[in-house]
């Protein structure tokens, strides 16, 4: 079974509309036969894409750093969850789980884990789609960034190949499956 990392937010106080394609997403990607690799926490948008995976008898596997696992922010009806001892370590184990990373919205946590995860795909590190879910227009503003890095010549206009921008959980689990069935991870 291929596994799809999703980042996002851990707030409670953002737009219901977030939930809804969160909830979307992941009934959508347990249906299309994937598990879910994430955070592993119990609040915002990633409590709720844990919630819905398991709820439609999918797999959520949570990633937690110790310190965090132990402050009790663990979603508690992971199918499997992973305690890692630092912040590093759950991103790498995330990436090794995964055969392609989905970012909805989030807050620093969320840009810093989208900004790894396409570095380390521009450096050969990490080889499945990047899918950045614009709900709401979130991100409007770091597409326009990441076009003029390549304006800009600060970026190649290749690295744009690699992530792909949607609009709907539904155009999300589209590029997954196009993606992975032209990149057999």
């Known amino acids: 079974m291929k596994a799809i990392a999703i980042y996002c937010a851990s707030s409670d106080k953002i737009h ?13 990607l347990v249906k299309a ?10 609040m915002g948008l990633m409590g709720e894409i ?3 995976a398991i709820e439609a008898g999918g797999t959520a ?4 750093p110790r310190f965090m696992d132990e402050a009790g922010r663990a979603h508690p009806s992971l199918t499997r969850k992973i305690v890692t001892e630092d912040m590093h370590t759950r991103k790498s184990t995330m990436a090794s789980l995964a055969s392609a990373v989905i970012a909805l919205p989030g807050g620093v946590g969320t840009f810093e884990e989208m900004t790894e995860i396409m570095t380390w795909q521009k450096l050969g590190l990490f080889h499945g789609p990047v899918i950045i879910l614009n709900t709401r227009g979130y991100y409007d503003p770091l597409i326009e960034m990441l076009s003029r890095s ?17 609009t709907t959980p539904a155009q999300a689990l589209a590029a997954i499956t196009e993606a992975l069935h032209l990149n057999p991870q």
């Open 16 to 28: 219901p509309d977030y939930f809804t394609d969160a909830r979307q997403l992941a009934t959508a």
């Open 33 to 42: 036969g994937y598990a879910i690799v994430n955070g592993g926490g119990r």
């Open 50 to 52: 844990n919630t819905a």
């Open 61 to 64: 596997i949570g990633v937690i």
């Open 150 to 166: 390549i304006t800009e010549g600060f970026t190649s206009p290749r690295s744009q190949n690699h992530w792909h921008i949607v």
